[in-house]
């Protein structure tokens, strides 16, 4: 069974650091692209970027480049979306999901890790 | 940049009632074009990829439409479990992808 599990809710103060997770498994990790999503609090869905574990061919989306860092071990499966000085307005829940090589979609999504950041 | 518009952002319905729900595209984005369901508090879920391509496990009340710029999701008769958010999804090359703003469905 494919699964994809992320890390748990966060709380941070503005000018923090963070790093979240996304754990595959049920498939081979290195062959399938994760992407990440963002949901700001009552609003819809943003593509942020994705990454092939494989080799770590990673894109941005114009909006969120500069602002996060994607990255993945594939040796334990994992990939990770991490910010380096956290605002207010990254409060959201964020989303990792698979997309097949080659797909136009996300075939299986993450249960949403909520990162909450407040003074 | 593609932007995907979807109509129309309420729609109330009745269990049993047929829904139709519309997404359109700035551009042609052929058929590269997916529907995802996302109930409150839940992750969203594909139900559609590649306008009509029903995904494993969606019920064949579900279907999708179009080429193009102009798709439609079509829940034949709704069911207590789909009153939820519709997203519509494209991808177009390395610009990346883009979600639409949504249609809620919602109990009459």
């Known amino acids: 069974e494919v699964q994809l599990v992320q890390s748990g809710a966060e709380v941070k103060k503005p000018g923090e650091s963070l790093k979240i997770s996304c754990k595959g498994s049920?498939?081979?990790?290195?062959?399938?692209?994760i992407g990440w999503v963002r949901q700001m609090p009552g609003k819809g869905l943003e593509w942020m970027g994705i990454?092939?574990?494989?080799?770590?061919?990673?894109r941005y989306s114009p909006s969120f480049q500069g602002q996060v860092t994607i990255s993945a071990d594939k040796s334990i499966s994992t990939a990770y979306l991490q910010w380096s000085s956290l605002k207010a307005s990254d409060t959201a829940m964020y989303y990792c999901?698979?997309?097949?090589?080659?797909?136009?979609?996300?075939?299986?999504w993450g249960q949403g890790t909520l990162v909450t950041v407040s003074s | 940049e593609i932007v995907l518009t979807q109509s129309p952002a309420t729609l109330s319905l009745s269990p049993g009632e047929r829904a139709t729900l519309s997404c359109r595209a700035s551009?042609?984005?052929?058929?590269?074009l997916a529907w995802y369901q996302q109930k409150p508090g839940q992750a969203p879920r594909l139900l559609i990829y590649?306008?009509?391509n029903r995904a494993t496990g969606i019920p064949a009340r579900f279907s999708g439409s179009g080429s193009g710029t102009d798709f439609t999701l079509t829940i034949s008769s709704l069911e207590p479990e789909d009153f939820a958010v519709y997203y519509c999804?494209?991808?177009?090359?390395?610009?990346?992808?883009?979600f639409g703003p949504g249609t809620k469905v919602d109990i009459k």
């Open positions: 551009q042609s984005v052929s058929s590269y």
């Open positions: 999804q494209q991808r177009s090359n390395w610009r990346g992808f883009t």
């Open positions: 990454i092939y574990p494989g080799d770590s061919d990673t």
């Open positions: 049920g498939y081979s990790f290195t062959s399938y692209w």
């Open positions: 999901a698979r997309r097949i090589v080659g797909a136009h979609y996300f075939d299986y």
């Open positions: 590649d306008a009509s």
